[in-house]
């Protein structure tokens, strides 16, 4: 009895210790097991610097097509979405009113030029009756000098030359009048024939109507438009772009544009303008970017991104992005040196959109840069061991 209990005594130890040994090895293993990390060397790449910006497809030319009168819209030539070009017919107004006046301002100018006729030849009858008139009184001057006839008949004469006189002044200020009435007739019916043509709505370029904002029917009024119309040579993104990224953005920079409706197609661009101006709520700046050929497809409004290309490098050492942290605000990467890490700080460069940035300085190109999920990497240490995985 008293070696079995002594048996079931040591059985009993055995166990905690094999419990124990067990423990410490599995503890081993999960918590106090090094850190797995993969590595990754530095390598020679193309990079490039790409500035994000969002915005909207705008037209930098939008004409509003309206008229010059008041009318009623009798046809219309032109709907959404047609391409027009200048000079072509897009409304009619009625015009019967206009066209009454025109008849009548050139009844106007056909009366005033019989009339020109008419006081014409007066004037050229008054002239010869002049003429007649100026001989008969020198001829009886000259007569009552040499006491042939009276001075009285003579004098006579003198005054019916005087009369005929003062009616070819008449005639010609008749002519004269007529004249300005033809003047004042002709600016009447070029002012008629104006209203006739202000009826007739042509496009005053080539482009693409964007809204048809009357109907027929409608009565218009100066100013109020009919159409829109917008230069497609002329469209671009208005894109919105963070103050802090501007650095290497500027005008003639070439971009890609990717809208909303074709998010996996890419469209080359090119910074044309820039605004001097940014917004101090969203501390954003306006940049206008072009598409490189003009869209014959394009929806006004449609939301848009582009990358602006700021900077380019060839053969640049370059580090995946997520292997870049920040400590102290310096920057920095975690280097594997005999199953330990080590801190080595950087001088990073561009950015490259495909999660690569440039390592300026700081590293020679032959160390071993340890990668890990960011949870990870959060917790690394200066000296801290990891194990090291393919």
Not at 120 to 140: D, G, I, T, V, W
Not at 286 to 294: H, K, M, S
Not at 324 to 343: E, H, P, S
Not at 349 to 359: A, C, V, Y
């Amino acid at each position: 009895m008293d070696v079995l209990k002594r048996l079931a005594r040591n059985k009993k130890y055995l166990i905690w210790f094999v419990v124990l040994v067990v423990g410490g090895i599995a503890l081993k293993i999960t918590l106090l097991a090094p850190s797995k990390v993969k590595v990754v060397i530095v390598e020679k790449r193309d990079l490039t610097a790409q500035v994000y910006g969002n915005g909207t497809v705008e037209a930098k030319v939008v004409v509003g097509i309206s008229s010059k009168i008041t009318g009623r819209i009798v046809e219309l030539y032109a709907d959404q979405s047609d391409r027009v070009k200048q000079g072509q017919l897009l409304a009619k107004l009625e015009n019967d009113d206009f066209h009454h006046q025109e008849q009548q301002s050139e009844a106007g100018l056909n009366r005033s030029a019989a009339s020109l006729n008419v006081e014409q030849a007066n004037l050229q009858k008054a002239k010869s009756n002049l003429a007649l008139a100026e001989k008969n009184a020198q001829r009886f001057k000259t007569l009552a000098e040499k006491n042939l006839v009276s001075k009285l008949e003579a004098e006579q004469y003198d005054t019916a030359c005087q009369v005929t006189r003062e009616e070819v002044a008449r005639s010609q200020a008749a002519v004269e009048v007529v004249r300005m009435e033809q003047q004042a007739g002709r600016a009447s019916v070029g002012f008629a024939k104006s209203k006739v043509a202000d009826t007739l709505i042509y496009a005053p370029q080539d482009g693409v109507i964007i809204t048809r904002d009357l109907e027929k029917g409608a009565t218009v009024s100066p100013g109020m438009s009919i159409f829109t119309l917008a230069d497609p040579r002329t469209i671009w993104v208005k894109a919105n772009v963070d103050e802090s990224q501007l650095k290497g953005v500027a005008v003639g920079r070439k971009a890609i544009i990717t809208l909303r409706s074709s998010p996996n197609e890419q469209l080359p661009g090119q910074v044309v303008r820039m605004g001097h101006q940014s917004d101090r709520v969203t501390e954003e700046l306006e940049v206008d970017v072009a598409f490189g050929e003009p869209q014959k497809n394009f929806r006004l409004g449609e939301q848009s991104d582009v990358y602006i290309v700021a900077g380019m490098k060839k053969d640049a050492l370059s580090l995946p992005s997520a292997t870049i942290v920040t400590k102290d605000k310096k920057r920095g990467v975690w280097v594997v040196q005999n199953g330990k890490l080590a801190l080595k700080e950087v001088t990073v460069g561009i950015i490259d959109r495909r999660n690569f940035t440039e390592i300026a300085t700081g590293l020679d190109g032959g160390e071993r840069v340890a990668m890990a999920p960011p949870p990870e990497m959060a917790k690394f240490q200066e000296g801290m061991k990891v194990q090291v995985t393919p």
